[in-house]
C-alpha cells in the first residue's frame, strides 16, 4: 500500500491549479443517467472516487468515452442494469446518488445500502423517506434498498431535517422527471448542489430557487444531453490555503470561486493571514507570522464547511494560544486528533469540541489516517513538522485531491510516495 513521506522544506510559494470539485463531478456524472442523449463534461478531477462512479455507470451499460483533453462524454441512452452492487457503495459512499436517478427515469433501482463510515453513521433515512413520499415502494432487504414505482414518481412537498447534502441531490435527481411539483425543503445550499441543479435545468429540467433553501422542481418528461464545465473544488483551495497558512508563507490558488469560499476565508483572515481576491484567484499571505488562535463551529453552507475542520484544527495546534472546535455536522470527525498529539499536539476531546491549546512545535511521526480530510490535515502537519512524517492510508487522498505531490512540489513543498 502506497504511503507519502512529507518532510519540513520552510515556506512554501507560487501558485496552484484548482481540480474540478470532487463532489460537484459525482452527482453530476450520475445526473447523466437521466439523459436520453449524450452529455459531455469538462473540468472533472482525476480522482478514485471519479473512477469508481465510472466503475459504476459502466456497470449498469453507460456508455463512457474520453477525449483527447480528458473530457468525458456520457450515454446512458441504453441502460441495462439498474442497480449498484455493495462493492462500489461500500468503498464509496456517494453512489447511492444512482437511487434518485434510476427510480426517477426508469421507475426501478437496487442499490446497496452504504455501511458504517469512518466518520460517524451517516444514514439514508431522508434519501428513503422523500422517495416515499414521491409514490416509490421501498423494500430493504439482505442489505440492499428496491425502490419501485408503478408509473413516474409524483411531486410532493418534502421537508429534510438535519440539511443534507446527498439527500437533497437525490431527492433532486428523482423528482426532476416527476409528474408535477415538487418542493424540497431545508435543502442544502452547497454549491455543489446547485451545481448541480444548473446543469440538470440546462438538460431541460425545470428547477427554481438554486441557492436557496427551497427548490422547487416543476417535472419534465424528459432530459437531454449537454456540454457542462464542473465548478472549482472549494475544498481543495481551501486546503491548499491552509498548507500557506501553517507554513506562514504566500501562495496563490488559481482557477477558484472565491464566493465559495467565504466563510472559510474570513476564519484565514481572523487567523492573522492577508487575503487578496480577483475573479478567480485568491492569494493568502501569512507574511512569516505565527498564526492566531480560531474558535471554529462546523455548519450547512453558507457557514464554515466541515470539510476544512481538519486542516484548522492544524492550524490552531500550531497558533499562538487557546482555542475550540465544534463539530456539528458529523459525530465521530475527530480521528486525526490522536495522531496529531502523536506529533506534539496540544488537544483533548469532549463531546463534538475539540481543546486545542497551540504549540511551538510539531514532530514527525509514522501516522495513519482514517477518512480524506483527515489525511488531508496529516500532510500540513508534516509539513512544518520537525523530521519525516510518513502517511499511511494514501488511497483516502487519492479519492479526493488531484496529483497532489506534484501540485505540492510545484509550492517547494518536500512530499514523496513509497510504495511497499
Ligand atoms: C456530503 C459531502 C461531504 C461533506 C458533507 C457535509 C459529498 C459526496 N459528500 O456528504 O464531503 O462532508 O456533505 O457537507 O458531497 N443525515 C441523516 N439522514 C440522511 C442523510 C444525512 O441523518 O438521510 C445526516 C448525516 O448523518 C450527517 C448530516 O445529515 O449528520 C449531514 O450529512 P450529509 O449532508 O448527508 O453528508 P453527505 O451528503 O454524506
Given at each position: 500500500?502506497?504511503?507519502?513521506?512529507?518532510?519540513?522544506?520552510?515556506?512554501?510559494?507560487?501558485?496552484?491549479?484548482?481540480?474540478?470539485?470532487?463532489?460537484?463531478?459525482?452527482?453530476?456524472?450520475?445526473g447523466?443517467?437521466?439523459?436520453?442523449?449524450p452529455v459531455?463534461?469538462?473540468?472533472?478531477?482525476?480522482?478514485?472516487?471519479?473512477?469508481?462512479?465510472?466503475?459504476?455507470?459502466?456497470?449498469?451499460?453507460?456508455?463512457?468515452m474520453?477525449?483527447?483533453?480528458?473530457?468525458?462524454?456520457?450515454?446512458?441512452?441504453?441502460?441495462?442494469?439498474?442497480?449498484?452492487?455493495?462493492?462500489?457503495?461500500?468503498?464509496m459512499?456517494?453512489?447511492?446518488?444512482v437511487?434518485?436517478?434510476?427510480?426517477?427515469?426508469?421507475?426501478?433501482?437496487?442499490?446497496?445500502?452504504?455501511?458504517?463510515?469512518?466518520?460517524?453513521?451517516?444514514?439514508?433515512?431522508?434519501?428513503?423517506?422523500?422517495?416515499?413520499?414521491?409514490?416509490?415502494?421501498?423494500?430493504?432487504?439482505?442489505?440492499y434498498?428496491?425502490a419501485?414505482?408503478?408509473?413516474?414518481?409524483?411531486?410532493?412537498?418534502?421537508?429534510?431535517?438535519p440539511?443534507?447534502?446527498t439527500?437533497?441531490?437525490?431527492?433532486?435527481?428523482?423528482?426532476?422527471?416527476?409528474?408535477?411539483?415538487?418542493?424540497?425543503?431545508n435543502?442544502?445550499?452547497?454549491?455543489?448542489?446547485?451545481?448541480?441543479?444548473?446543469?440538470?435545468?440546462?438538460?431541460?429540467?425545470?428547477?427554481?430557487?438554486?441557492?436557496?433553501?427551497?427548490?422547487?422542481?416543476?417535472?419534465?418528461?424528459?432530459?437531454?444531453?449537454?456540454?457542462?464545465?464542473?465548478?472549482?473544488?472549494?475544498?481543495?483551495?481551501?486546503?491548499?490555503?491552509a498548507?500557506?497558512?501553517?507554513?506562514?508563507?504566500?501562495?496563490?490558488?488559481?482557477?477558484?470561486?472565491?464566493?465559495?469560499?467565504?466563510a472559510?476565508?474570513?476564519?484565514?483572515?481572523?487567523?492573522?493571514?492577508?487575503?487578496?481576491?480577483?475573479?478567480?484567484?485568491?492569494?493568502?499571505?501569512?507574511?512569516?507570522?505565527?498564526?492566531?488562535?480560531?474558535?471554529?463551529?462546523?455548519?450547512?453552507?453558507?457557514?464554515?464547511?466541515?470539510?476544512?475542520?481538519?486542516?484548522?484544527?492544524?492550524?490552531?495546534?500550531?497558533?499562538?494560544?487557546?482555542?475550540?472546535?465544534?463539530?456539528?455536522?458529523?459525530?465521530?470527525?475527530?480521528?486525526?486528533?490522536?495522531?496529531?498529539?502523536?506529533?506534539?499536539?496540544?488537544?483533548?476531546?469532549?463531546?463534538?469540541t475539540?481543546?486545542?491549546?497551540?504549540?511551538?512545535?510539531?514532530?514527525?511521526?509514522?501516522?495513519?489516517?482514517?477518512?480524506?480530510?483527515?489525511?488531508?490535515?496529516l500532510?500540513?502537519?508534516?509539513?512544518?513538522?520537525?523530521?519525516?512524517?510518513?502517511?499511511?492510508?494514501?488511497?483516502?487522498?487519492?479519492?479526493?485531491?488531484?496529483?497532489?505531490?506534484?501540485?505540492?512540489?510545484?509550492?517547494?513543498?518536500?512530499?514523496?510516495?513509497?510504495?511497499?
Amino acid at each position: 500500500m502506497d504511503k507519502l513521506v512529507v518532510e519540513c522544506a520552510g515556506r512554501l510559494s507560487g501558485s496552484v491549479e484548482i481540480s474540478g470539485a470532487k463532489n460537484a463531478a459525482l452527482p453530476i456524472l450520475i445526473g447523466c443517467l437521466l439523459a436520453e442523449s449524450p452529455v459531455k463534461l469538462s473540468n472533472v478531477p482525476h480522482l478514485m472516487d471519479v473512477t469508481t462512479t465510472i466503475q459504476l455507470l459502466a456497470s449498469m451499460g453507460v456508455e463512457v468515452m474520453f477525449d483527447e483533453h480528458l473530457n468525458i462524454e456520457i450515454d446512458a441512452s441504453n441502460i441495462t442494469k439498474k442497480e449498484a452492487p455493495y462493492e462500489l457503495v461500500n468503498t464509496m459512499r456517494a453512489s447511492i446518488l444512482v437511487l434518485g436517478p434510476l427510480l426517477g427515469r426508469f421507475g426501478e433501482a437496487k442499490v446497496s445500502l452504504p455501511g458504517g463510515c469512518a466518520i460517524g453513521s451517516r444514514p439514508v433515512d431522508i434519501h428513503i423517506k422523500g422517495m416515499e413520499q414521491m409514490g416509490a415502494t421501498i423494500l430493504v432487504e439482505q442489505g440492499y434498498i428496491l425502490a419501485s414505482s408503478n408509473g413516474r414518481l409524483k411531486g410532493a412537498d418534502i421537508s429534510m431535517s438535519p440539511v443534507t447534502v446527498t439527500g437533497t441531490e437525490n431527492l433532486l435527481m428523482a423528482a426532476v422527471l416527476a409528474e408535477g411539483t415538487t418542493t424540497l425543503r431545508n435543502a442544502a445550499r452547497e454549491p455543489e448542489v446547485t451545481d448541480l441543479a444548473e446543469f440538470l435545468n440546462k438538460m431541460g429540467a425545470n428547477i427554481t430557487g438554486l441557492g436557496t433553501d427551497t427548490l422547487v422542481i416543476e417535472g419534465v418528461e424528459r432530459l437531454s444531453g449537454v456540454e457542462y464545465s464542473v465548478i472549482p473544488d472549494r475544498i481543495e483551495a481551501g486546503t491548499y490555503l491552509a498548507a500557506a497558512a501553517v507554513s506562514q508563507s504566500q501562495l496563490t490558488v488559481t482557477k477558484v470561486n472565491p464566493k465559495h469560499l467565504e466563510a472559510v476565508l474570513q476564519k484565514f483572515e481572523e487567523a492573522g493571514a492577508e487575503i487578496f481576491c480577483s475573479e478567480h484567484e485568491v492569494t493568502l499571505d501569512m507574511r512569516g507570522r505565527t498564526l492566531k488562535p480560531v474558535n471554529i463551529r462546523t455548519d450547512p453552507y453558507p457557514l464554515f464547511p466541515t470539510d476544512m475542520q481538519a486542516q484548522f484544527l492544524v492550524m490552531n495546534a500550531l497558533a499562538e494560544g487557546c482555542s475550540t472546535i465544534e463539530e456539528t455536522i458529523f459525530e465521530n470527525r475527530f480521528m486525526h486528533v490522536s495522531e496529531l498529539i502523536r506529533m506534539g499536539a496540544d488537544i483533548s476531546i469532549e463531546g463534538n469540541t475539540a481543546h486545542i491549546t497551540g504549540v511551538k512545535k510539531l514532530f514527525g511521526a509514522p501516522v495513519m489516517a482514517t477518512d480524506l480530510r483527515a489525511s488531508a490535515s496529516l500532510i500540513l502537519a508534516g509539513l512544518v513538522a520537525e523530521g519525516e512524517t510518513v502517511i499511511n492510508r494514501v488511497y483516502h487522498l487519492d479519492r479526493g485531491y488531484e496529483l497532489i505531490e506534484e501540485k505540492f512540489h510545484k509550492l517547494g513543498a518536500h512530499i514523496y510516495r513509497i510504495t511497499d
